[in-house]
């Protein structure tokens, strides 16, 4: 049954001339920071994908070998996720998120002394285990500033971090590759200092860019402060009337159970693409790294144009989970077309490639949008931490799955169709349980659904 509760109304319905003021206020402050966070983060756990192709050799990695190292930084990021959110819930998300940068700052740049197998797998679960944390952070942080009817174009917003460090981390992580024998040290090995020191500098520096909570906001008028004050208060109650408002109630909710096991579907598709697309790209043609991250720049901010659109469409018509299934499906097909296409015709592979990128991407902002919208509070931090954490094993899975495949059968076909086939079962078994749910339709506005027939119409 759909229910037209005030929090889900779409974005573009007004908030009046104060709360309209309040919000335009409060994402000019706080969204840049969000997202140049998320871009650095985003950058740190791909860049492996880039070092590859030159570390593999260095220091003698199989496939599989890659595939499993890559992977298990998911590993320390699940295992230490719903601890770490426990912290941040304590603590204050302000120095929480703080306290992560610096740590996986550290741990990004260490890389640099990997000299094995072994010693790649310890540095990446170390990785892992210290960005702990950090998404349902600040998932959980934008709950706070945001009413859930702009949830998923602000989480789009955050989410255009993803696709944007890649497009801009690429062609960066190809041309450091060609700093071999520079001070003694490899190409890799810069790519990974370069690229890991900034996440430490904006750890020290978080406190004064981030607020905790409106209350604390003063750099909002105060008619301006109460108003989100009350309104986010108002949001919580309703959330709470679930009886689902504890720490422990966000871990033993059904709700949240079932998207994490949805987010492990689309974040196999989203790291499994992302940390092979630059072998899978190579593999177009003879080209050198430099090269390859020129060109994948290319799905990269195709996708980025991708998931600002269907997130803001994704609230002016309600229907997040159908967006998401969608989504997911776009992904599918690229993938599965990439797949058969890439030995005979690179120019239509990066077509695909492309496609699958911009669907992959797209999907974030409406599936993680909707346990947001359906806990809040306490439970909200937990249940967010749960659904990450369990999400984020696809992200061991996946790049690991694919580097078998590649091992046995010395092809990229295989690993992705694999790919393909788990977004689309996800893509199906999300549209099956959320699309007649609260959180995954709600009823547009008027205004929202005046917007949206007026866009058909153009």
């Not at 690229?195 to 905790?212: H, K, Q, S």
């Not at 018509?317 to 989504?327: L, Q, W």
């Not at 797949?339 to 911009?358: D, E, G, Q, R, Y």
Request: one cysteine or more; aromatic letters at 12%; charged letters at 15%.
């Amino acid at each position: 049954m759909r229910t037209a509760l005030p929090v889900r109304i779409a974005a573009t319905a007004s908030f009046g001339e104060l709360g309209d003021r309040t919000l335009a206020k409060v994402r000019r402050r706080i969204i840049p920071v969000i997202c140049l966070l998320y871009f650095i983060a985003f950058l740190d756990r791909n860049n492996v994908g880039f070092a590859k192709l030159t570390m593999s050799e260095d220091i003698g990695l199989s496939a599989s070998a890659y595939g499993l190292g890559a992977g298990i930084f998911f590993i320390g990021y699940a295992l230490f996720e719903i601890p770490s959110n426990g912290g941040m819930y304590r603590f204050g998300a302000r120095k929480w998120i703080a306290r992560i940068l610096v740590s996986w700052g550290i741990f990004a740049a260490a890389m640099a002394l990997v000299s094995g197998e072994v010693t790649f797998y310890v540095i990446r679960f170390l990785l892992g285990a210290a960005e702990a944390g950090f998404f349902p952070a600040v998932v959980f942080y934008l709950t706070l500033w945001f009413p859930a009817a702009q949830r998923v174009t602000v989480l789009g917003l955050f989410i255009l971090a993803q696709p944007i460090s890649n497009a801009i981390g690429a062609p960066l992580s190809g041309l450091l590759l060609n700093l071999d024998g520079l001070l003694g040290l490899q190409g890799w090995q810069w790519l990974y200092i370069i690229e890991g020191i900034p996440a430490v500098i904006l750890g020290f520096l978080a406190p004064r860019m981030l607020t905790d909570r409106p209350e604390d906001a003063a750099w909002l008028r105060e008619d301006e402060r109460n108003w989100l004050s009350t309104t986010m208060a108002r949001e919580l109650v309703e959330k709470q009337k679930s009886g689902a408002h504890t720490f422990l109630d966000g871990l033993k909710d059904r709700r949240a159970l079932v998207y994490a096991f949805l987010n492990f579907g689309m974040v196999c598709g989203i790291y499994g693409f992302g940390l092979w697309l630059p072998t899978v790209v190579s593999s177009l043609g003879k080209l050198d790294p430099a090269q390859v991250g020129f060109i994948v720049v290319i799905p990269y901010t195709a996708a980025a144009f991708a998931v600002f659109y269907w997130s803001r469409r994704s609230d002016r018509t309600g229907k997040r989970a159908v967006h998401a299934s969608i989504s997911m499906l776009a992904a599918a097909a690229g993938l599965t077309g990439a797949a058969f296409l890439l030995p005979v015709n690179p120019v239509a592979s990066l077509v695909l490639l492309t496609i699958a990128a911009m669907g992959v991407f797209s999907a974030t902002a409406p599936l993680l949008s909707m346990p947001s919208a359906a806990l809040g509070g306490a439970a909200a931090a937990a249940g967010l931490a749960l659904v990450n954490s369990i999400g984020n094993v696809g992200g061991f899975v996946a790049p690991y799955a694919v580097g078998l495949f590649n091992d046995a059968t010395h092809s990229n076909l295989a690993g992705l169709l694999f790919l393909a086939a788990c977004l689309v079962i996800t893509a199906t078994a999300t549209y099956l349980y959320a699309r007649r749910r609260p959180e995954g339709t709600a009823v547009p506005s008027a205004a929202a659904a005046a917007q949206l027939a007026a866009d058909r119409t153009n």
